[in-house]
């Protein structure tokens, strides 16, 4: 079993950066990839920005430049710096884990990201 914690969502003015974490325990020997989704109301869950175990990173283009997925393999932490945060970047973010051949698919509760004046 594989179990994710978020943190770090809250509220920011536009420009202003926040930083999720994600930790995870349990299994993590199985994680191959870690991905980190957002949902606003109203829309369908979109991939944000991915790294695997060999640090292979790939984002969304609307966040290109402007965030940066890292990991703590000591701390078996994965991040997702958010900078030059805009209006339309507001959603829950989800941490995902999943290994190489699907059988691990596990999500954590999300936090809220608010960017608003």
């Known amino acids: 079993q594989v179990h994710l914690v978020e943190s770090g969502g809250g509220l920011v003015q536009p420009g202003g950066s926040l930083r999720l974490s994600c930790a995870a325990s349990?299994?993590?020997?199985?994680?191959?990839?870690i991905n980190w989704y957002r949902q606003a109301p109203g829309k369908q869950r979109e991939l944000v920005a991915g790294?695997?175990?060999?640090?292979?990173?790939n984002y969304n283009d609307s966040v290109k430049g402007r965030f940066t997925i890292s990991r703590d393999s000591a701390e078996d932490t994965v991040y997702l710096q958010m900078n030059n945060l805009k209006p339309e970047d507001t959603a829950v973010y989800y941490c995902?884990?999943?290994?190489?051949?699907?059988?691990?698919?596990?999500w954590g509760q999300g936090t809220q990201v608010t960017v608003s004046s």
């Open positions: 790294i695997t175990r060999s640090g292979f990173t």
């Open positions: 995902n884990a999943r290994s190489i051949n699907g059988a691990v698919d596990v």
């Open positions: 349990g299994s993590i020997f199985s994680i191959y990839v």
